[in-house]
């Protein structure tokens, strides 16, 4: 008798029931369907494609971009008694062959291949020998350019459409606008194909977006005082300030790496091994570094520099909290910014309609970054997803306060005129100068201080002053020179200087003492008794030594979540594991045993 799919789930997965949409989604697959899924990181995407290939008959192509992974995929899935294999430009001849030879034979449930595997005739050759369940096409939204990842590989994937019409497809993604999501559909030819759409909430992520005032030392309060020993990701925009930002953690004595594209290919692999491997150590990178990286115990996000999309924000700051703790999304954001990606989309190669795309992107990012509404809302309703304030993000704890900027707004830009009267531009800096009063030795070269609206800003702080600054850029009331940083009007101008405008501003609340975000073991052992928790560190240290026997990261042998549920039920027996959520059968087989003894030692030791 064929097993069901949740006959599958609870006996290779070990979990009770689907969740959300899964049950839906894959019985749309299995009875040969196809489907597009957005479903937020941490949801269970994988189990859509996956349970299916194990129902249907014959093998299940994953088509990923993620080839510094694919081990990792196969190794997680060979531990819950899948069989998985990959090709890909990485392996040997002999491994390539040995993998499609399981494949010719019916000896793999799961094939992981790039999208550039697809442009080659031996490829699409090999696979109309073979008998496939279904097509699932991973980070769906590398092919539309109005997302924020876009490969030009994944163009060539409607040939499995049009040479294997009858093999149901799935594509898969976890950040999509209604926008993006029509151009997937069209683009991979899924306009026919049932459309799932999840809650992209993420309630157990804190987002926080503070003003840049020396970003590395605010970096390093966050993870000293808040994520001390923890695993999270910091993400800068540039190669030297990855370099950088790593240097100064190692320097402070917290264990960073860097990553990005110009680093030789075997360090960027160690660097990532590590830190799938190992626990508590923090990579900083550029955005070269994440897409389906299934570390669940990530605990923070921090970027040093404005992400360039509302889209990519989130895809980047998905990534904490896979197993559902608290987690902290931190984003330092300054004027310096602002300026900084206007420039790159002034200068980027394209055409205007391209140049207009990035700055619609980049407009509600910064409109996400200067709301004074819940972050949570913001961010929701850039997906079309309507919430309420959520009580877990920094303008619901802090609430910032508006204030009626029109007057400072004519101020700055008096001064912009005056400068502009003159035949000159300035940056921020100088500008700011004036409007404070302050005598440098600029100002007094170029007699500046004779200008009329010298001093007529002392009753605003330099940072203050810089705030104007930001936000008006943001409003696109003041543009930024590309090359120059200089400061002019912009056409909205006029109408703030004649008084036909009037311009709110964002005020940030005072610093407040923030509670500590719990960490994944605060979280997991501070619910436990004293006992329960001694089994749960105890159970750690093992899954520690087992996971680098196999070379496989922990979370590969079992999540916290269930060492705390074996914790908490104390078995005594191996066959007292059946049941815990996260235990099938192949991990109770392989791991049932060795877990039984370490409780039992640990009871013995005490």
Not at 55 to 63: L, Q, S
Not at 120 to 134: E, F, I, K, N
Not at 396 to 404: F, G, I, R, V, Y
Not at 550 to 567: K, N, S
Request: net charge negative; proline share 4%; hydrophobic share 45%.
């Amino acid at each position: 008798m064929t097993e069901t799919a949740l006959d599958v789930l609870r006996r290779v997965w070990g979990y009770a029931d689907f969740r959300g949409d899964q049950a839906e989604i894959i019985d749309t697959v299995v009875a040969g369907g196809d489907a597009l899924v957005l479903m937020p990181t941490g949801a269970g995407k994988s189990l859509c494609y996956q349970v299916p290939a194990l129902v249907r008959e014959g093998t299940a192509v994953v088509v990923s971009p993620l080839i510094a992974l694919m081990q990792d995929q196969v190794d997680a899935l060979a531990a819950l008694g899948v069989r998985a294999g990959f090709l890909n430009s990485t392996q040997e001849l002999g491994e390539r062959r040995a993998v499609e030879r399981a494949l010719l034979d019916g000896g793999l449930d799961l094939l992981y291949l790039a999208p550039e595997r697809l442009a080659v005739p031996d490829t699409l050759a090999l696979l109309d020998r073979a008998q496939l369940s279904l097509f699932a096409i991973d980070e769906a939204h590398c092919v539309a350019q109005w997302g924020h990842d876009f490969r030009p590989d994944y163009l060539r994937l409607t040939v499995l459409h049009e040479r294997w019409p009858d093999i149901p497809r799935i594509a898969l993604t976890a950040t999509a606008t209604d926008a993006t999501r029509r151009e997937i559909a069209e683009r991979l030819e899924l306009t026919e194909a049932r459309h799932f759409v999840a809650d992209f909430d993420r309630p157990n992520i804190q987002y926080r977006i503070v003003p840049k005032d020396n970003p590395r030392a605010q970096l390093l309060e966050l993870l000293r005082t808040e994520h001390a020993g923890e695993a999270g990701i910091v993400y800068c925009l540039s190669r030297a300030s990855v370099e950088q930002t790593a240097q100064f953690l190692t320097a402070q004595g917290i264990e960073a790496l860097p990553y990005h594209a110009g680093l030789d290919r075997r360090v960027r692999q160690a660097n990532q091994a590590r830190f799938l491997r190992e626990d508590g150590l923090v990579m900083v990178a550029t955005i070269a570094f994440g897409m389906g990286i299934d570390k669940p115990d990530v605990r923070f996000v921090a970027h040093l520099d404005l992400p360039k999309s509302v889209e990519g924000y989130y895809q980047e700051t998905g990534r904490a909290g896979r197993d559902g703790l608290p987690s902290t999304a931190w984003l330092a954001y300054g004027l310096a910014d602002v300026v900084q990606q206007r420039r790159m989309i002034d200068t980027s190669e394209g055409d205007a309609a391209h140049k207009r795309r990035l700055s619609m992107h980049l407009d509600a990012m910064l409109a996400l970054c200067e709301t004074v509404e819940c972050r949570r809302v913001q961010l929701l309703a850039y997906f079309g997803q309507a919430s309420g304030p959520c009580g877990n993000c920094d303008t619901c704890l802090a609430p910032p306060e508006t204030w009626d900027g029109t007057i400072a707004a004519q101020k700055l830009l008096s001064a912009v005129v005056r400068l502009e009267q003159r035949r000159q531009r300035y940056g921020a800096g100088h500008v700011i100068d004036i409007l404070r009063g302050k005598r440098t030795e600029r100002v007094a070269t170029l007699g500046h201080e004779n200008l009329t609206v010298f001093g007529v800003g002392e009753d605003l702080s330099e940072a203050e002053w810089r705030g104007v600054v930001r936000q008006l850029l943001a409003q696109r009331l003041l543009a930024a020179d590309p090359e120059y940083s200089t400061l002019s009007l912009t056409p909205d101008s006029r109408a703030v200087l004649r008084g036909e405008r009037e311009v709110q501003l964002r005020r940030e609340a005072p610093r407040k003492a923030r509670a500590r975000t719990r960490a994944s073991r605060d979280a997991v052992v501070g619910e436990l008794v004293p006992e329960a928790a001694a089994r749960f560190e105890a159970l750690r240290a093992w899954r520690a030594a087992a996971a680098k026997e196999q070379g496989v990261p922990a979370y590969v042998v079992f999540h916290d979540a269930t060492l705390r549920e074996i914790a908490l039920r104390d078995p005594q027996h191996a066959h007292e594991l059946a049941g815990i959520s996260g235990i099938g059968a192949a991990k109770l087989e392989r791991y049932g045993a060795d877990v039984a003894a370490a409780l039992a030692e640990l009871r013995e030791g005490r």
